[in-house]
């Protein structure tokens, strides 16, 4: 019997990347996003493999819970569906953008998470991975309320798994580094210019590595579960303290 697994953000990156991942494994699919023309794009070129889609803001709390009910089975959640808006610094960011930041990366987590577990918990099977990232783990200017958003889902996931103990529900939070998708022309309202920067002279992770990721940590025996892994290119590094010296 295939497994199904539901992704959040499936119209672009790592979305779009794990759909057609699982897909080529004989995964079946449920796909949500706000862009139905582009899910659309992808139940016609995956076929069969997708069971469902949704088009849905993960922010609307009634329309996460109206569109997942009703669907099959859900082996697997991936939470997925997240941005980061702006970089300036806290006090010349725009407080619009935070709040997008936390109503979609915190409180879209959360809506999507408690729409699926009381079924994976009642069969006692199931597994929820959640895209953190190392701005959730590392400081830099200009990451203030992102980062914080993915540090609440790095916490919210092991609390998840202190409240799991005893059950076979897994839970995983994966922290990727520097990766090319349209994470930083949406960051950066679609100056794309700007954006290209932001990868211009390296080799950045592509959606398709985060894809054999999430593959990976689902495909282990079920005994298994990796709790955190971060993924970092390999021309990325931390930079130190930074330290303020008068002239
Ligand atoms: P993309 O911008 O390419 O994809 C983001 C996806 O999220 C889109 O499918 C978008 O779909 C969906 N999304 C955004 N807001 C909403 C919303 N309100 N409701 C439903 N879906 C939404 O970026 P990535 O693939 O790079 O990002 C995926 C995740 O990975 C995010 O959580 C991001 O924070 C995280 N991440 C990205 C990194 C990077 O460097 N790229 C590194 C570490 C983590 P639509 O617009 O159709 O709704
Ligand atoms: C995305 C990685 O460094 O742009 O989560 O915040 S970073």
């Known amino acids: 019997?295939?497994?199904?697994?539901?992704?959040?953000?499936?119209?672009?990156?790592?979305?779009?990347?794990?759909?057609?991942?699982f897909a080529a494994e004989g995964w079946k699919l449920v796909l949500t996003g706000r862009r139905k023309?582009?899910?659309?794009?992808?139940?016609?070129?995956?076929?069969r493999a997708v069971v469902a889609i949704r088009a849905l803001d993960v922010r609307e709390r009634e329309a996460v819970e109206k569109g997942f009910q009703d669907l099959p089975q859900i082996d697997v959640l991936l939470n997925n569906a997240g941005l980061a808006l702006g970089m300036e610094p806290a006090w010349q960011a725009n407080l619009d953008d935070w709040e997008t930041m936390v109503d979609t990366n915190v409180k879209g987590l959360m809506y999507c998470t408690r729409a699926l577990l009381p079924n994976m918990v009642e069969r006692n099977q199931g597994h929820i991975i959640n895209i953190g990232s190392t701005a959730g783990n590392w400081p830099y200017p200009g990451g203030n309320v992102y980062g914080g958003t993915k540090a609440?889902?790095?916490?919210?996931?092991?609390?998840?798994?202190?409240?799991?103990?005893?059950?076979?529900?897994?839970?995983?939070?994966?922290?990727p580094g520097m990766a090319k998708s349209e994470f930083s022309d949406v960051r950066f309202k679609g100056d794309t210019k700007r954006a290209a920067?932001?990868?211009?002279?390296?080799?950045?992770?592509?959606?398709e590595d985060i894809a054999e990721i999430v593959f990976f940590v689902t495909s282990l025996p079920p005994h298994v579960n990796v709790t955190t892994m971060e993924i970092m290119p390999s021309h990325q590094s931390w930079g130190?303290?930074?330290?303020h010296?008068?002239?």
């Open 197 to 207: 920067q932001v990868y211009s002279g390296t080799e950045p992770l592509l959606p």
């Open 245 to 247: 010296r008068e002239a």
């Open 240 to 243: 130190g303290l930074a330290v």
């Open 1 to 21: 019997m295939p497994k199904t697994i539901l992704i959040t953000g499936a119209t672009s990156g790592f979305g779009s990347a794990c759909a057609r991942r």
């Open 152 to 175: 609440f889902v790095q916490q919210f996931s092991r609390n998840l798994l202190a409240d799991l103990l005893g059950t076979r529900v897994r839970v995983t939070n994966l922290e």
């Open 37 to 47: 023309d582009r899910l659309e794009a992808l139940q016609a070129e995956l076929g």
